[in-house]
């Protein structure tokens, strides 16, 4: 039977970095990935330029049960440590805003970096293997035979974008071993409308306005989508890990105001101008036109009261909309949920009652906000857990 002193099952970000780790410190690592591409997450992140990190990177970017887990793993490999792996292999990148570090050139350069790494401290990738069984004294029953192994980490992601091949494979192995796996869903995904609602969205399809959105304890500032589907865009797609079935949004359109300022040179152009054509200057027409008729503002401006300005401009600062669900795992960027941190050590990853098994990156309940987040808690968990595998 072949033996290791490491199997990683999953190699996507968190697993290559983990390999990276273990083997760094002399083990012999064998990396399990049913794709045969490795590394695919990546190379469709960022638009196909990778958001490889953020420099601002906080545990207060990031939603789990418990919101203090996360500080171990990133205080001991920040953002600036990958990016000085990534300057090593000459791999240009800019920060876009929020401290959004991206490539210059194809995603793909950071699974080449990863492997080119791997393959330094000679960890093994079977690609296109798939796992059968994890049994107690950790044999792994593989497509290409057994493994034995000192110890197992269970990086297999989540169940996002699963035309890539996304499973709940790392959750079962999870219950199979007694650990609690917290309930799972999209997160990072468009929102989904009721008919009478997309029937008003689908002709702005397309049309993108700068927002403030908030549910629950969710608040976001950034750009919102109309789709034919419902919404989406950052703002949508960040505000969406906090929303649940049967919440509001309330959306700011004018985040930063504006309506006086337009109101009263549209008086001085024209009293008699209608309010829709007033409102074009601070939204695209559709949206304007849209708006006027949503809130029953359809005369023109010399007819606004000071109450009906009021009126107005509460509709704009606070416009409730109801979805009905999300895109689901379809279309999603991370998944919700998954092992309970309270099943693991915050330093290393490890399960606390199965001493030698791991579990890191998006199979934890630890998810992050848009904006290389998500990758920074990758690097970092699997730098964890490979420090002690």
């Not at 959750?171 to 309930?183: D, K, N, S, T, W």
């Not at 397309?206 to 789709?227: E, I, N, Y």
């Amino acid at each position: 039977m072949d033996k290791r002193d490491v199997v990683i099952i999953g190699a996507g970000a968190a697993g290559m970095m983990c390999g990276i780790a273990a083997g760094r410190r002399g083990r012999s690592v064998l990396l399990l990935d049913h794709a045969h591409k490795i590394g695919e997450k990546i190379r469709i992140s960022g638009g196909g330029r990778c958001n490889f990190t953020n420099l601002g990177t906080e545990a207060g970017h990031f939603l789990c049960e418990n919101p203090h887990f996360v500080k171990s793993a990133l205080g001991r490999y920040s953002p600036q440590d990958f990016v000085n792996m990534v300057e090593r292999h000459g791999i240009a990148w800019h920060e876009k805003a929020l401290g959004q570090l991206f490539c210059d050139g194809k995603a793909s350069q950071i699974v080449e970096m990863l492997k080119a790494e791997l393959a330094d401290v000679g960890a093994e990738i079977w690609s296109g293997t798939s796992v059968e069984q994890v049994t107690q004294g950790f044999v792994v029953q593989t497509s290409r035979g057994a493994v034995q192994a000192g110890a197992v980490v269970v990086a297999s992601g989540g169940k996002s974008i699963p035309k890539i091949g996304a499973s709940g494979l790392g959750y079962e192995i999870a219950r199979q071993f007694g650990l609690e796996v917290l309930a799972t869903r999209a997160g990072l995904v468009p929102l989904t409308f009721g008919a009478q609602d997309l029937v008003d969205f689908k002709s702005m399809a397309g049309v993108a306005v700068p927002v403030s959105v908030r549910c629950g304890a969710g608040r976001f500032a950034d750009d919102l989508l109309f789709t034919h589907r419902g919404l989406s865009g950052p703002a949508i797609l960040q505000i969406s890990s906090f929303w649940r079935e049967g919440m509001a949004l309330e959306i700011d359109l004018l985040p930063d105001g504006g309506l006086q300022a337009a109101l009263q040179q549209a008086r001085s152009e024209a009293g008699k101008q209608a309010v829709q054509t007033m409102l074009a200057r601070l939204f695209p027409k559709k949206l304007a036109r849209f708006l006027a008729e949503k809130f029953g503002f359809q005369g023109t401006i010399s007819d606004l009261t000071k109450a009906d300005i009021t009126r107005l401009e509460a509709h704009l600062r606070r416009w409730l909309v109801q979805p009905i669900g999300t895109e689901g795992y379809r279309t999603a960027e991370v998944t919700l949920g998954g092992v309970s941190t309270a099943a693991l050590d915050a330093k290393t990853m490890q399960a606390r009652a199965v001493p030698g098994l791991f579990f890191i990156g998006e199979v934890v309940d630890v998810t992050g906000w848009l904006g290389g987040y998500n990758f920074q808690w990758a690097w970092a968990s699997g730098h964890a857990a490979g420090q002690v595998a």
